[in-house]
């Protein structure tokens, strides 16, 4: 449900959004509450608003083509490796920048020469010195930038050739669609995409493939080479007709490209290139690219990508993509989106997660059952002790339908409106990206609240809270309650979807590293391996790694046959050989 707090607030000019700034309501009789009508101050204006029960009703769910919590998901994820080779079709574009002094690497396949035009540079040299091939050597390059460094980052695999999507929103940049018969014109691609940006004086694009990586249009412009080395190197077994198994040189290199990658799984990620969320221009955004609510419907979100997008809303996106990153000045509110989400997220995270694990029980004991409720009660205050209003009045007689709860209706509509209370008074200062941030964090925070809201409210008439005490016969409904809130926190966690909940289970040791494997491309191998080694990467670029390379259990290897391609499970592997 799209929030009713930016309309407001637009229609307001400068003031105070009136329907969510109001303080707690106190709570009369026994049969529910009766919100009072208030009145708001700001410099200068005045305004009294009566509160809406009917926009905190705890039995509105989100609307099956919401996109509020993947907007809130893709925002929180960005630049994190975890959540972006999970989710891999990328829906967004945000222009960044490289700050002055940041180095970039470069390794060239037997040349010593800088390159003359677009090439691909990696922000670990792990990375780099991965495309160092040779016999026993080869020439790296550093790089550092000289100046800030103007960028635009595709969110997901972006770097990854795979047909499920990745390269979608770079082609709608490079060639004004998604052109998926294209997938491996990487050339082309960076070409195109650098013939693009040189107008808007852009120096580079970040995707994300086993690691970060920036597509390099000018290596002469805003950069200057730190060193240009001729490394030694162990034997690059790519370039033998038999290549031996993933316990050699060759395979090491490749574990350490992935460990690399693994030093950005999770928040803050990438930190090198700095985001400007201002500026943030998002495919699930309905009203920018309405056409793609259809081409989604009913299907996974390991489905969504943007190939079926109009038209009308291809040029819309450029329209807006263009107008984002020819701002001559930063503009915006001043808000810290990337923390607000980041603190979203930290605050129930790992309390859902609890709260998934103690209702995962079954017992045929009724007081060991009672016990097990009693504990989840106690976490759902927990989370709620914030809002827990001392004006708060339970009936003490049991109602039904719609109102039974409307006593707990100030409690959610408190939790809901937290975080963004004094934010939506910046609104007449946000950007569009602003404002369709702050939806999602409304969404977001709505749905949470509502239901953990719900939750609660339930166990405090069954009987079981401390705080809020209620005479009720305990046992005989509890059963029903329990299976009721596994449902309530499986819906909500599958809702949100928040990657932070997938990890190896049980937890890696020392030696070991957790391990999301991706699918391997699915296109017919290079004709011979000379034009394999010629490419960009052995992984993703050229079709399966050669024969005794893709060894079973190995971190090369990208799923199980048993497994849906689409949805690897993470497992730990090895840090040093063998990997199995």
């Known amino acids: 449900m799209r929030s009713q707090s930016i309309v407001a607030a637009l229609s307001l000019g400068s003031a105070t959004l009136a329907s969510h700034n109001q303080f707690p309501i106190n709570t009369v009789g026994e049969n529910g509450v009766r919100p009072l009508d208030i009145t708001i101050l700001n410099p200068g204006h005045t305004y009294s608003v009566s509160s809406d029960s009917e926009q905190w009703r705890l039995d509105e769910y989100p609307s099956e083509n919401a996109t509020g919590n993947l907007i809130f998901d893709t925002v929180h994820s960005l630049l994190q490796h975890w959540p972006n080779t999970r989710y891999r079709q990328g829906h967004n574009m945000v222009p960044g920048m490289i700050p002055i002094g940041t180095l970039l690497y470069h390794g060239t396949n037997g040349s010593h020469m800088i390159p003359s035009g677009p090439e691909w540079t990696a922000v670990d040299p792990e990375h780099s010195i991965f495309f160092a091939r040779g016999n026993g050597s080869g020439w790296h390059l550093t790089l550092a930038a000289t100046r800030p460094l103007k960028v635009l980052y595709f969110d997901g695999s972006s770097a990854v050739k795979l047909p499920g999507g990745t390269m979608d929103t770079q082609d709608i940049v490079a060639w004004g669609e998604p052109r998926p018969e294209r997938l491996f014109d990487e050339r082309d691609r960076i070409v195109d995409l650098c013939t693009w940006g040189k107008e808007f004086g852009i120096d580079g694009f970040a995707r994300m493939e086993m690691d970060f990586e920036v597509m390099l249009c000018n290596f002469t412009a805003g950069v200057e080479a730190v060193s240009f080395l001729h490394l030694a190197l162990p034997k690059d077994e790519r370039s033998s007709p038999h290549p031996t198994l993933l316990d050699s040189d060759t395979g090491a290199r490749m574990f350490e490209v992935l460990h690399s990658g693994s030093w950005h799984n999770r928040y803050p990620g990438e930190s090198r290139i700095v985001l400007d969320l201002t500026g943030l221009v998002s495919l699930y955004d309905t009203a920018l690219a309405p056409s793609l609510i259809p081409v989604r419907a009913g299907l996974e979100r390991y489905d969504h990508r943007v190939l079926g997008i109009s038209s009308d809303d291809t040029s819309r996106v450029m329209r807006k993509l263009i107008k984002v990153i020819t701002r001559p000045h930063p503009v915006g509110s001043g808000i810290d989106w990337k923390t607000l989400t980041h603190v979203i997220v930290d605050r129930y995270a790992d309390r859902l997660e609890l709260m998934q694990h103690l209702l995962n029980f079954t017992s045929s004991d009724s007081q060991q059952l009672l016990h097990q409720a009693k504990l989840a009660q106690a976490q759902l205050r927990v989370m709620l002790m914030p809002y827990l209003l001392h004006s708060t009045i339970v009936p003490s007689a049991v109602t039904s339908g719609v109102d039974a709860l409307q006593w707990a209706l100030p409690i959610f509509r408190q939790c809901a409106i937290t975080h963004t209370s004094k934010i939506i008074n910046q609104i007449p200062l946000m950007t569009s990206s602003e404002r369709l941030l702050l939806t999602a964090v409304e969404d977001t925070t709505r749905e949470i609240c ?64 957790c391990y999301l494997p991706n699918p391997m491309p699915r296109h017919p191998r290079p004709k011979n391996l000379n034009d394999a080694l010629g490419a960009k990467s052995s992984t993703d670029r050229v079709g399966p790694l050669p024969e005794g390379l893709a060894i079973t259990g190995s971190p090369f290897v990208h799923a199980t046959l048993e497994e849906d391609p689409r949805k690897r499970q993470p497992r730990c592997i090895r840090r040093f050989q063998p990997y199995l």
């Open 450 to 513: 509502r239901v953990t809201t719900n939750m609660w409210a339930n166990g405090v008439m069954s009987g079981l809270d401390t705080l809020f005490h209620v005479e009720r016969n305990v046992d005989r409904k509890i059963t029903r309650l329990m299976s009721d809130w596994k449902q309530d926190v499986k819906k909500l966690m599958s809702w949100l979807d928040w990657s932070i909940w997938v990890k190896c289970r049980p937890a890696c040791g020392t030696e070991e590293m």
